[in-house]
């Protein structure tokens, strides 16, 4: 068994070897809980979920731990206010230390419905950042006491200068030339926050009251449920520059060791913006700070089931941009909405079912290939239309291929047990109306009809009917 995996520090294509044999030991960064995580978030822990799926079904144990960012500055940028204290702010709330544990609390709960709901397995972690603040503490003075870092009158800085690997990731320059200088203290541009001060609020420290900088966690709690040197890394595309350099920086200048062998990242997604009369309609990264988020729960409301948007992700390759709309959506819930149904009428109860060995083996080489997912689910169609496997052995087959693309096969919600008797009457009024030809009509009985959750198609054998 060969799995090769897209490794941004190498900048290609590597075959996986693990530090201890059959086993993946990985760390993911994670949300910042000052506000319901977006649809986009949802890929990059997607992309975990699809990690851990796919080397369990290669038989080996995984670990997986996930920060939760409730506290910490800033973002790439460590000039920035801390995002809990931006999220009490929206919300009108007071700023308080207590206030910041009940957001984060809130906003930890919401994100972890929100990954149940799109199947993603929990990882077996989930450590806080506010939890850890003595560790974090204590990296800032190993890292002091090897002199990479110094004071200014802001609080504790990294010097990127002193180390010779920095921006080994992604291989960025060493001049920063993208970033906005904002800080004439730092020595050098790319230096970071290690500590903030803050007088009014925050944590003691041997260097004054306030908080961490957002890279310090990702560093401490890798390492302490991992060890110094662990398997894989991920996160979002754009955490690669500066936010995972930044941590490599932390954790290797402290060690002297490797962070991460393999570190994975995902594309964004984005939302097509508004064509205005100046500019053409482009596309845009999702993002909070952008007010173009889409939440899981606008998705449910409008009527989506969270999975189809997972069958949606899994159709592009986690390294190929996204671009998310509603149309997209909808064909793939079609898509998904028919799949379920084929699967549900395999089941037959039989004793004599084998999984179909040629299809397996396809459909491992594709997640061996880097994780191929669009080309997982092209060997799952593929399947469902050969007609040399018995329906049976389709179904113990494809049940298999669930457990890694997570799209609950074996239920088929879209059943429908009871047809409301308003839905029923328009189902009804829609036989007679296409009977005469009146197709206009027909197709404004089943906008009607759709509207109140159901959908029909036409068949053969006449409409048929299923939920949204
Ligand atoms: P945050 O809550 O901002 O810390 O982001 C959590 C994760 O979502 C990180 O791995 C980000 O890189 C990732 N992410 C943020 N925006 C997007 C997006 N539009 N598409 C894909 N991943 C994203
Ligand atoms: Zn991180």
Redesign the pocket.
């Known amino acids: 068994m060969t799995i090769k995996l897209y490794n941004t520090l190498t900048d290609g294509l590597e075959e996986f070897k693990p530090i201890r044999p059959r086993e993946v030991w990985m760390y993911h960064?994670g949300?910042?809980v000052y506000d319901y995580?977006h649809i986009?978030?949802l890929?990059?822990f997607l992309l975990a979920d699809i990690i851990r799926r796919a080397f369990e079904f290669f038989e080996f144990e995984v670990r997986q731990v996930m920060n939760i960012?409730d506290v910490g500055i800033g973002g790439n940028n460590d000039e920035g206010e801390d995002k809990i204290i931006k999220g009490l702010k929206r919300e009108g709330k007071t700023v308080s230390m207590k206030s910041m544990k009940e957001l984060g609390d809130f906003y930890t709960e919401r994100f972890k419905e929100d990954i149940v709901k799109l199947n993603i397995e929990m990882p077996h972690v989930l450590p806080k950042a506010s939890e850890h603040i003595p560790e974090q503490i204590e990296l800032i003075k190993i890292l002091e006491g090897k002199d990479f870092t110094y004071k200014t009158s802001d609080g504790i800085y990294f010097d990127t200068s002193r180390d010779k690997h920095y921006g080994k990731l992604g291989r960025i320059s060493k001049d920063g030339e993208s970033r906005i200088e904002q800080n004439l203290e730092k020595r050098n541009s790319q230096d970071f926050a290690l500590w903030k001060f803050n007088s009014n609020l925050g944590f003691p420290s041997p260097w004054g009251q306030g908080f961490p900088g957002w890279h310090l966690e990702c560093s401490v709690m890798s390492t302490k449920y991992l060890g110094n040197t662990f398997d894989i890394h991920t996160?979002?595309i754009?955490?690669a520059s500066i936010h995972h350099n930044n941590e490599i920086a932390q954790s290797e200048s402290a060690c002297g060791c490797e962070l991460a062998h393999y570190w994975l990242h995902?594309e964004?997604?984005n939302v097509a913006d508004a064509p205005t009369s100046l500019k053409l309609r482009g596309v845009d990264?999702?993002?909070k700070s952008k007010g173009n988020q889409i939440t899981l729960k606008i998705l449910v409301e409008k009527g989506f089931n969270p999975l189809a948007y997972r069958y949606l992700l899994l159709m592009a390759h986690y390294r190929t941009p996204v671009i998310f709309s509603w149309e997209a959506l909808e064909a793939a819930q079609n898509a998904y909405r028919k799949l379920k149904e084929t699967v549900s009428t395999y089941h037959v109860d039989t004793t004599s079912v084998e999984l179909s060995l040629m299809y397996v083996k396809e459909f491992t080489d594709t997640l061996e290939n880097d994780l191929n997912t669009p080309e997982a689910l092209a060997v799952v169609w593929k399947l469902v239309k050969d007609e040399s496997i018995s329906p049976a052995d389709k179904y113990a087959t494809l049940l298999n291929f669930d457990k890694v693309l997570g799209l609950d096969l074996e239920h088929n919600e879209f059943e429908i047990k009871d047809i409301p008797e308003e839905v029923q009457k328009l189902i009804n009024k829609r036989e007679s109306v296409r009977a005469t030809g009146d197709y206009q009509k027909a197709d404004k009985l089943r906008e009607q009809i759709k509207n109140l959750g159901f959908v029909v198609e036409d068949t053969a054998s006449g409409q048929k009917i299923s939920k949204l």
């Open positions: 960064c949300p910042t995580v986009g978030n890929r990059s960012t996160g979002g754009d955490l995902n964004f997604v990264k999702m993002a």
